[in-house]
């Protein structure tokens, strides 16, 4: 088992990373604080994988709250029935919430955890690559809504986050990929040589060898642990993390969620995050075309749908948490590996880099 820490000062926390941890009962009851605990999972995930958390839990008052399954019940309709599952049975504010889950059911969970009698603990056990990687880290929770993605919710740091990689082998192939957009995300972020390692071993990544895929969760989580203890309330380069997002949100609100999975649309996104600093001068177009394959061959799409404009997309953008005082920040690159927030960039460099992702 590898532990990794966010350093937070008083809210630090493990990231334990490991094969076969769920059957570690202790590493789960040792951050149980309280007399009593809710497990929030969805209807696909509860019956593979709650059973194991059960013997973990007999000493402690417990219940379980199933959810329905997909990106369109990340509502507050369906955080309700957090509360009520909650409130029903009493639970009072020394309850820990455990999600067991992707990263709808993290945020979720999270959010639930930071507003239930004004913020209670809880312990993320990520069961999607995307969640181990990225969502479960960090402490960013909450909901969509329909006129925009995750833009109600709250920070709110976890107990502890338990990765346990055996997990992955019920997950499908499409939702592999999909979490590998947001690990090539930290290469191209901040971290060349990983994304050098990743050129050189997707393939392994893709057959889910289990070294490659346990050294690619801990590097990205390493990443992702040090930037948040930098800038935990994404007052400057925590917002770096949103690389490609931009663009993704647009699609994924655009399309519909749930159509569109995340870590697609965020692919795509920094596609044309790249196209847009190649027009921009920033980098060569040798670059945009390594980002490129290498999003290809984590069998990622790079191309924005056909269904959506130029003006869907500015609409869409216009509404992103990165927007201050009315102007659109994005995040772009330099380089591989050398990522900036900008707002320096002119409406047109914008409008012809949609035009030309579009027409491609
Ligand atoms: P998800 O939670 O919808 O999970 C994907 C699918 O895989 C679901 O159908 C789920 O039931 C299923 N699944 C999960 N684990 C499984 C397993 N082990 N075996 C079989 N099936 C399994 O999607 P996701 O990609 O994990 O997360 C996407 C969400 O995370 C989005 O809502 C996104 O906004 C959010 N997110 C949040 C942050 C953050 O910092 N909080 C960061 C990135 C993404
Ligand atoms: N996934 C973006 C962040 O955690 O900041």
């Known amino acids: 088992m590898d532990t990794l820490k966010v350093d937070l000062g008083e809210r630090s926390y493990p990231i334990y990373i490991g094969s076969g941890l769920l059957n570690q009962t202790e590493l789960l009851t040792q951050h149980i604080q309280g007399q009593s605990a809710l497990v929030v999972s969805n209807e696909t ?32 309709e369906v955080l309700n029935q957090i509360y009520t599952n909650l409130l029903e049975q009493h639970f009072d504010r020394k309850t820990t919430l455990i999600a067991l889950g992707g990263g709808v059911v993290g945020d979720m969970t999270g959010f639930a955890a930071a507003s239930y009698q004004r913020g209670i603990n809880f312990i993320q056990i990520p069961t999607t690559l995307l969640a181990m990687v990225d969502s479960s880290v960090g402490g960013k929770t909450g ?68 070294d490659a895929l346990a050294y690619a969760i801990r590097r990205s989580c390493e990443n992702k642990a040090a930037i948040v203890a930098a800038d935990e309330r994404e007052q400057g380069m925590r917002a770096l993390l949103n690389l490609g997002h931009t663009f993704g949100h647009a699609i994924e609100t655009g399309m519909g969620y749930g159509n569109w999975l995340h870590g697609e649309a965020v692919a795509c996104g920094m596609m044309m995050a790249a196209e847009m600093s190649h027009r921009l001068g920033w980098i060569n177009a040798d670059k945009v075309e390594d980002v490129r394959k290498l999003l290809q061959k ?10 959506m404009i130029a003006s869907d997309f500015l609409q869409l953008m216009a509404v992103d948490k990165k ?38």
Not at 298 to 307: C, Y
Not at 353 to 359: E, I, K, N, V
Request: proline share 6%; hydrophobic share 40%; charged share 25%.
């Open 143 to 210: 909901v969509n809504h329909p006129l925009g993605k995750n833009m109600i919710g709250a920070f709110h740091q976890p107990q502890c986050v338990i990765i346990d990689t055996d997990t992955l082998d019920t997950l499908d192939d499409r939702e592999l990929s999909a979490g590998l957009a947001e690990v090539i995300k930290y290469g191209l972020i901040n971290d060349p040589d990983f994304f050098a390692w990743l050129e050189e071993n997707m393939d392994k990544l893709l057959q889910r060898d289990k």
């Open 45 to 76: 995930i509860a019956p593979l994988y709650l059973n194991k958390l059960l013997p973990a839990l007999e000493k402690f008052k417990s219940a379980t709250c199933i959810l329905p399954d997909g990106e369109q019940y990340k509502n507050l």
């Open 323 to 360: 927007v201050i005082d009315g102007n659109l920040r994005l995040v772009l690159l330099k380089d591989i590996g050398k990522a900036l927030v900008t707002a320096d960039f002119s409406n047109e460099a914008l409008s012809n880099t949609l035009q030309h992702c579009l027409a491609a």
């Open 298 to 307: 984590a069998k990622l799409p790079t191309k924005p749908p056909e269904q």
